[in-house]
């Protein structure tokens, strides 16, 4: 039997060491870690190495279930893989138990509160973006290439420029800004 840990944070700048100390102290002989967003499986190259590692009596263990996944559906799926393996689910801050029914119902109820936490987030922010567009603070994200100059330094007109990138002659003006047309 091995206990493999899975240790997730969202983003580069969070630390995995939290996580990775707690599941060592749990007795994790391996440990996999990744920085990527829980709210979807796909991408998620560290787990998916674990679910193809482990084997009958193996148990896979995480220091919390929202750091495996953060929608129900896929923290089922996974549930299910291991499972399948023959292998177990712990988690070292949560009492889990998924011989037990009341254990998978424990279970299936903290993967709810994950998504709605996640939800909740996401609802904080569109409020937060409506309440800057009122003010007419919000931006938006800052374009991450500048077509427009690009084909004006290669000897394109406006026209042509609106025409190649399918938007109107004066989306054009305004990305070049009036003196450089």
């Given at each position: 039997?091995?206990?493999?840990?899975?240790?997730?944070?969202?983003?580069?700048?969070?630390?995995?060491?939290?996580?990775?100390?707690?599941?060592?102290?749990?007795?994790?002989?391996?440990?996999?870690?990744?920085?990527?967003?829980?709210?979807?499986?796909?991408?998620?190259?560290?787990?998916?190495?674990?679910?193809?590692?482990?084997?009958?009596?193996?148990?896979?263990?995480?220091?919390?279930?929202?750091?495996?996944?953060?929608?129900?559906?896929?923290?089922?799926?996974?549930?299910?893989?291991?499972?399948?393996?023959?292998?177990?689910?712990?988690?070292?801050?949560?009492?889990?138990?998924?011989?037990?029914?009341?254990?998978?119902?424990?279970?299936?109820?903290?993967?709810?509160?994950?998504?709605?936490?996640?939800?909740?987030?996401?609802?904080?922010?569109l409020?937060?973006?409506?309440?800057?567009?009122?003010?007419?603070?919000?931006?938006?994200?800052?374009?991450?290439?500048?077509?427009?100059?690009?084909?004006?330094?290669?000897?394109?007109?406006?026209?042509?420029?609106?025409n190649?990138?399918?938007?109107?002659?004066?989306?054009?003006?305004?990305?070049?800004?009036?003196?450089?047309?």
């Amino acid at each position: 039997m091995t206990i493999i840990g899975y240790a997730r944070v969202s983003t580069t700048d969070q630390n995995l060491e939290i996580q990775e100390t707690a599941l060592r102290a749990g007795g994790c002989e391996v440990i996999r870690s990744e920085k990527r967003s829980g709210t979807t499986t796909n991408g998620r190259a560290e787990l998916q190495t674990v679910l193809d590692f482990l084997r009958q009596g193996d148990v896979l263990m995480v220091t919390r279930i929202d750091r495996l996944a953060r929608s129900i559906g896929d923290l089922q799926d996974i549930v299910r893989a291991v499972k399948a393996k023959g292998a177990s689910l712990k988690a070292t801050e949560q009492p889990i138990d998924t011989s037990t029914a009341a254990g998978k119902c424990f279970l299936d109820m903290l993967g709810v509160f994950a998504e709605f936490e996640t939800n909740l987030r996401k609802e904080r922010q569109l409020e937060g973006v409506a309440k800057a567009k009122s003010e007419r603070k919000y931006k938006g994200r800052p374009a991450s290439i500048d077509p427009e100059r690009q084909l004006k330094a290669e000897g394109m007109g406006p026209t042509k420029i609106a025409n190649v990138l399918g938007i109107g002659r004066a989306s054009v003006y305004r990305a070049l800004g009036a003196d450089t047309v």
